[in-house]
Antibody, heavy 117, light 107 residues
Framework: QVQLQESGPGLVKPSETLSLTCAVS?????????WGWIRQPPGKGLEWIGS???????YYNPSLKSRVTISVDTSKNQFSLKLSSVTAADTAVYYC??????????WGQGTLVTVSS | SYELTQPPSVSVSPGQTARITCSGD??????AYWYQQKPGQAPVLVIY???ERPSGIPERFSGSSSGTTVTLTISGVQAEDEADYYC??????????FGGGTKLTVL
């Protein structure tokens, strides 16, 4: 069974960089599929952030592309998200998920990141 | 820009049929996907490629497509089906889009 687990700071200061990692178990990232990040502000809907292949090929949401970097570490079977210059609008639950393109079949439980000084 | 439009809310009584629609100009050319999200939980995929059901999803969940509208149908709604439902698709540049979500209330 594929399992994903997000980790990272729950509080980030405005203008700083949000960094999260998603650890994958039950499946080797190197075996295929894209792997993605999705976020959900409190009480609001879902927003795709971007996805990455094990080779490092990435696709980003154009609305966030200038601030997003997604990377993969196949040796640790994990992938990561960096979102720069954060504001209160970036406060959200961040999910990682497996991406068979163009949808998500396995999701992590999500982690709340609050942007506040 | 391309959008997916869902009704904010749908209400049905137990045992009835719930239909949740999702409209978007690219839907005739792109598949739609549906997720169920219960409070405090991650979304769960309930329909993929317009009408396919993942293993483990009850048969009462079905999907259909007609022109620019796709529909998630839940037959014989149960109390446990009360949740938010999101449609999702992609545009021609492979940007993934989600609908705004529909809150299903089981009366």
């Amino acid at each position: 069974q594929v399992q994903l687990q997000e980790s990272g700071p729950g509080l980030v200061k405005p203008s700083e960089t949000l960094s999260l990692t998603c650890a994958v178990s039950g499946y080797s990232i190197s075996s295929g599929y894209y792997w993605g990040w999705i976020r959900q502000p409190p009480g609001k809907g879902l927003e795709w952030i971007g996805s990455i292949y094990h080779s490092g090929s990435t696709y980003y949401n154009p609305s966030l592309k200038s601030r997003v970097t997604i990377s993969v570490d196949t040796s640790k079977n994990q992938f990561s998200l960096k979102l720069s210059s954060v504001t209160a609008a970036d406060t959200a639950v961040y999910y990682c998920a497996r991406d068979p393109r163009p949808y998500f079949d396995y999701w992590g439980q999500g982690t709340l990141v609050t942007v506040s000084s | 820009s391309y959008e997916l439009t869902q009704p904010p809310s749908v209400s049905v009584s137990p045992g009835q049929t719930a239909r949740i629609t999702c409209s978007g100009d690219a839907l005739p050319k792109q598949y739609a996907y549906w997720y169920q999200q219960k409070p405090g939980q991650a979304p769960v995929l309930v329909i993929y490629k317009d009408s396919e059901r993942p293993s483990g999803i009850p048969e009462r969940f079905s999907g259909s497509s007609s022109g620019t509208t796709v529909t998630l149908t839940i037959s014989g709604v149960q109390a446990e089906d009360e949740a938010d439902y999101y449609c999702q698709s992609a545009d021609s540049s492979a940007t993934y889009l989600f609908g705004g979500g529909t809150k299903l209330t089981v009366l």
